[in-house]
């Protein structure tokens, strides 16, 4: 059974700055694609960033240049460094992580979501 585990939300005031943390555990054999959407009152799930296995990635209009997805491979880990915050990226993050290899085949998983605050 693969597992994602997140951390890092909080509250931070308007122009802060957090930074996210997603570990998968498990018996992996490999992941393909790796990211973090996020969920805010009301409103559907978004994508936020996504990078590939060898390390490209793809953000969000809204989050280009203030964002950066980090990965590393060899721990099946994902970050994502939020700098700029603002008021409107207040939302439930979640990390995601796609066509998941294991023994028993190939599936996505996701994380349990974690609380990003920005308010004053």
């Known amino acids: 059974q693969v597992q994602l585990v997140e951390s890092g939300g909080g509250l931070v005031q308007p122009g802060g700055s957090l930074r996210l943390s997603c570990a998968a555990s498990?018996?992996?054999?490999?992941?393909?694609?790796m990211g973090w959407y996020r969920q805010a009152p009301g409103k559907q799930r978004e994508l936020v960033a996504s990078?590939?296995?060898?390390?490209?990635?793809n953000y969000a209009d809204t989050v280009k240049g203030r964002f950066t997805i980090s990965r590393d491979n060899a721990k099946n880990a994902v970050d994502l460094q939020m700098n700029g915050l603002k008021p409107e990226d207040t939302a439930v993050y979640y990390c995601?992580?796609?066509?998941?290899?294991?023994?028993?085949?190939?599936?996505?998983?996701w994380g349990q979501g974690t609380q990003v605050t920005v308010s004053s």
């Open positions: 498990g018996s992996i054999l490999s992941i393909n694609v």
């Open positions: 990078i590939t296995a060898v390390g490209s990635p």
């Open positions: 995601a992580a796609f066509s998941v290899l294991t023994v028993l085949g190939i599936r996505d998983y």
